[in-house]
């Protein structure tokens, strides 16, 4: 089912802008974004520091990126939703708690290379990416070839990866599809609730809903092999 636009939507992003970098895409099919247009971020300049930089792609309402935000205040984060209706929560919500160290792409991750300059994100984290098992859509799946490509170039050496989905199938394939991109895998959990790392996890919107009904969460980590 759709998503009812929501009231005042242009100008509620408008009045978050400060927290928002970019919003849209450019004039140009997402291929050729992706290859040709280039409008690179200055994080020194967006933030004020020099702190590393993270990024979490398909934030949602941003229940995520607001708490990691605040447990490491040395980091900057940046947070990625293709959907303006979805994302505008996260902004109001991050800009009502002042929060400084979080800024926000309304763009689809498809074109992120156009934005953040190549080896800059240490980790990037994967929260309940949609599975999208049907075939026709695997080019879509956040850990398709096609995106693990992407991430390879934005990714530090040595850069990591953090993945959890409530989806088995989805955590198979994106494992096998790890393994077959550069990306070495350093942890698999697959019940991360019940596991030692329960204590430290920061329950997402959508892992909230999995997790009352006591359906098993998968995490894993990886790592980008320097080759
Ligand atoms: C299932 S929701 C999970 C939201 C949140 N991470 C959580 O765990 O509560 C997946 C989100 O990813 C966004 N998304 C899907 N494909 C995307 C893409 N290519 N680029 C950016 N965001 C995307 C969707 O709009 C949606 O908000």
Redesign the pocket.
Same mark, same amino acid.
């Given at each position: 089912m759709r998503m009812r636009r929501k009231r005042n939507l242009d100008e509620r992003l408008q009045a978050c802008s400060d927290l928002l970098l970019v919003k849209g895409r450019p004039m140009l099919n997402l291929r050729e974004a992706a290859e040709n247009f280039r409008n690179l971020l200055n994080y020194e300049d967006v933030f004020g520091n020099k702190n590393p930089v993270e990024l979490? *792609? /398909?934030? /949602?309402?941003g /229940? !995520?990126i607001r708490e990691i935000s605040k447990r490491y205040p040395e980091r900057n984060f940046l947070a $990625? @939703? *293709?959907?303006s209706n $979805? *994302?505008l929560t996260a902004l109001e919500r991050c800009k009502a708690e002042k929060i400084s160290n979080v800024r926000f792409l309304n763009?689809?991750?498809?074109i992120l290379p156009c934005y953040l300059p190549s080896k800059s994100v240490g980790t990037i984290y994967?929260? !309940?990416? &949609?599975p999208l098992p049907e075939k026709s859509r695997e080019k879509?799946r956040?850990t398709s070839s096609r !995106?693990l490509a992407i991430y390879r170039e934005l990714l530090v050496p040595g850069g990591k990866i953090i993945q959890?989905t409530d989806s088995e199938e989805f955590f198979d394939y994106s494992l096998q599809k790890y393994a077959e991109n550069g990306y070495r895998v350093v942890k698999v959990i697959r019940d991360l609730k019940n596991s030692e790392y329960a204590a430290e996890n920061i329950v &997402? @919107?959508? @892992?909230?809903n999995f997790a009352e009904k006591g359906l098993p969460i998968f995490c894993a980590v990886v790592r980008k092999l320097n080759v």
């Open positions: 979490e *792609i /398909g934030c /949602g309402n /229940g !995520f $990625v @939703e *293709i959907c $979805v *994302i763009i689809p991750a498809e994967l929260n !309940f990416s &949609t879509q956040l !995106f959890k &997402t @919107e959508y @892992e909230r």
